[in-house]
């Protein structure tokens, strides 16, 4: 049987900020995230963890090295695609459209895709699905504003399973949220990434939350160390 490929791998990826000091945040970082794999990546404030999602994610671009999504190199052009269609995402502050339903901002990447979606359709319907599965189903046509934060959190979920991407990338999904919220967002997370095999990569705090993924990193003066046992 022939080894897995990796979803997404980056090599030795440098990035620094130049103003108001120069700061080599991202120092050769290497990394490959296997199909349903869970990697969580922790460490503290300010040592880049988000900068490392956002270029993983493709929201930003390295100063040095490279990056492969489905084991192909993607021109920046490419990027707005790869994004829509092979990568989710999960934000600590939510970016909902809070006028906009629960279902429209589950819907969203498929709107922003021009995909068709009549009611009844079939992106309408996987929106309904998806909204069951994060048990929202009965808020479907509630204004996002009037949610809870763990309601909210939810939505984020499901919008990052919207498009059916292989990778779904997450900046510290429960930061803003009490204790109870925080554990039911943790297990209906990684429950949806192994059901619907998906890979993958947390960004956060949480140790109970990274003790739930398959792989620990800690990233930490610009270099990111293993923390599983050997």
Do not use: W
């Amino acid at each position: 049987m022939k080894e897995p490929l990796p979803l997404l791998t980056c090599n030795d990826i440098h990035k620094s900020f130049y103003h108001p000091e120069k700061v080599h945040l991202l120092c050769g970082i290497s990394l490959s995230v296997y199909p349903r794999e869970s990697i969580a990546i922790m460490g503290a404030s300010g040592e880049g963890k988000t900068t490392l999602l956002h270029i993983l994610g493709t929201l930003e671009t390295p100063d040095q090295g490279s990056l492969q999504i489905l084991g192909k190199e993607y021109r920046k052009d490419e990027f707005p695609h790869i994004r829509n269609t092979n990568i989710g995402f999960i934000f600590q502050n939510y970016n909902l459209l809070e006028d906009f339903s629960t279902l429209d901002n589950a819907l969203m990447p498929a709107r922003i895709a021009r995909k068709p979606i009549p009611k009844g359709g079939l992106i309408y319907n996987r929106g309904i699905d998806l909204l069951k599965q994060v048990g929202l189903e009965e808020r479907a046509h509630f204004p996002a504003k009037i949610l809870s934060g763990g309601e909210r959190q939810r939505v984020t979920i499901a919008r990052s399973l919207c498009n059916d991407p292989e990778i779904i990338l997450a900046d510290e999904p429960s930061g803003n949220l009490d204790h109870e919220n925080s554990r039911q967002v943790h297990e209906l997370l990684l429950t949806c990434v192994k059901k619907m095999n998906k890979s993958l990569i947390i960004v956060t705090h949480d140790k109970k939350l990274a003790s739930l993924c398959d792989h620990r990193y800690l990233l930490q003066s610009g270099k990111l160390t293993p923390m599983d046992p050997s």
